[in-house]
């Protein structure tokens, strides 16, 4: 991916804590809000200035071709490491999905994915991360940091999942 590209998102990237690192883009650099043709989507790294900056992930492009909307959540980007952490957001019309039931009335199919990011690729952890009733945060505390997962209905549950060395487990609170 050019520097100039690479430059123009970290242009536009909206100043935060933590500061967006990741966008989800097509092979020319184009912002990735849906599919083009067969291109396949990328994750572009925009905080380094390697040129291993793009990373390509077969459940990703699946999701656009499923007609997701699907947005990296800058939020819960956490690091270890040369691993990074986030959590990747995607919904689409109920009617997109003849087998999906509905939570309530005229709800869409929501999901979110836990996402490890290393040495060039990229990682589907968790696909429990969003969806009916189930809800997730980031946890930064000195014992803990990673991510609360609570699922609700007749029976809650919450999940923990920590960053533990150079890996993330996941325990039940």
């Known amino acids: 991916m050019s520097e100039d590209i690479v430059a123009s998102y970290r242009a536009e990237s909206p100043p935060g804590i933590p500061p967006e690192k990741y966008v989800l883009v097509h ?8 599919m083009k ?18 990373f390509y992930s077969r459940e990703i492009d699946s999701l656009f071709k499923g007609d997701f909307s699907v947005l990296v959540d800058r939020e819960t980007l956490l690091s270890n490491g040369k691993t990074d952490y986030v959590i990747l957001t995607m919904s689409r019309p109920a009617e997109n999905n003849p087998y ?5 009335p ?3 199919e929501d999901r979110a994915y836990l ?8 990682k589907v952890v968790s696909k429990k991360f969003g969806g009916c009733s189930r809800t997730y945060e980031v946890i930064r505390e000195q014992e803990f940091i990673g991510y ?4 609700g209905g007749e029976n809650p549950e919450i999940l923990r999942y920590m960053i533990r060395g150079n890996s993330i487990v996941w325990e039940r609170e």
Request: hydrophobic fraction near 40%.
């Open 106 to 108: 005229n709800m869409g």
């Open 115 to 122: 996402l490890a990011i290393s040495d060039g690729k990229v």
């Open 37 to 54: 043709l067969n291109d396949p989507i990328y994750l572009l790294n925009i905080r380094t200035e390697s040129a291993d900056n793009l």
């Open 27 to 34: 092979p020319d650099g184009s912002w990735a809000v849906n």
């Open 100 to 104: 999906y039931v509905r939570c309530a």
């Open 148 to 151: 609360r997962v609570k699922e």
